[in-house]
């Protein structure tokens, strides 16, 4: 089968949303949302989100699925904000645990902060399937960028986070915590593996080089042939030695410190305090 893929560029974070839907009914999934974040000011804002309404009620959509391909270290997610306009289930990799157990010692939640992945509604593991329609979507689970990562393959279509970018920009950063080079390369392989006309939908782009149009979709094929990092004759031990070297010179996300806190909490914020008022914290030299 063969979904109808939206996508939805947003400029401030660079990241693509996107609305699955049931080419033969009303049934879709959104994945990746974003929550609009102005760290200056602390501000949030829906605008991104309300155009994912708009377009849902638009075209008479049913949301079956918030879907989560991370725990995203750029931008926060607008889940719950989608799930009380639209419904769905919000969907995360099992793996959530290891993350939160990691973040919540980063961010000294205490043991109020429940590390058990119980704020997602479903927590997937590797070869899960479920359906957004009559579509099945088949689950993998492709860490190396975080424990978490997973990759969903909707019929033709491969949702694959951060693991990979389009082509002529490669893959992601293995250097959070919990994060590996090795791992990654060993994930990527496994999206590889699918047929060469898969669709692949990345979770974002930054122009490559000499590209002068943003771009989010590919091949499995493209990809094999032509992706920097992993393509052609790319070797594991080769890859490793690139990645690593490459993540060393980077600088950490500007919304990595409200994302984590906000996105191992399926999208909602930390408790307010007796006052009403939300915090976010800021580790020093904790990243």
């Excluded at 070869?127 to 492709?142: C, E, K, P, W």
């Excluded at 490669?170 to 994930?187: I, M, V, W």
């Amino acid at each position: 089968m063969t979904p109808k893929v939206t996508g939805f560029f947003d400029d401030a974070t660079n990241t693509i949303s996107y609305v699955v839907q049931d080419p033969e009914g009303s049934a879709c999934a959104i994945v990746d949302s974003v929550l609009d974040f102005d760290y200056s000011s602390g501000r949030t804002d829906t605008k991104s989100a309300d155009t994912i309404i708009a377009f849902v009620k638009e075209h008479n959509l049913d949301v079956q699925w918030l879907l989560e391909t991370h725990v995203h270290a750029d931008h926060l997610s607008a889940a719950p904000y989608l799930q009380d306009a639209l419904g769905g289930k919000i969907g995360i990799g099992d793996r959530i645990q290891v993350v939160q157990d990691t973040f919540g010692k980063v961010f000294n939640e205490g043991t109020e902060f429940q590390r058990d992945g119980s704020q997602f509604d479903k927590l997937f593991v590797e070869g899960d399937s479920f359906h957004i329609g009559q579509m099945r979507a088949d689950v993998l689970h492709t860490p190396g960028h975080t424990p978490a990562c997973l990759t969903y393959v909707v019929g033709d279509a491969a949702f694959v986070g951060d693991t990979l970018f389009m082509p002529d920009f490669g893959t992601a950063r293995c250097d959070f915590p919990g994060g590996s080079s090795e791992q990654l390369y060993d994930s990527v392989q496994k999206i590889l593996a699918l047929p060469d006309d898969t669709r692949i939908f990345v979770g974002h782009d930054y122009k490559a080089p000499g590209r002068e149009d943003y771009a989010w979709e590919t091949t499995v094929g493209e990809q094999k042939a032509k992706n920097v990092h992993v393509g052609g004759d790319a070797t594991k031990e080769r890859f490793v030695e690139m990645r690593d070297a490459r993540d060393a010179t980077l600088a950490m996300p500007k919304l990595i410190i409200p994302s984590l806190q906000v996105n191992m909490r399926a999208g909602q914020m930390p408790p307010a305090d007796e006052d009403g008022k939300v915090f976010l914290k800021v580790p020093v030299n904790g990243l």
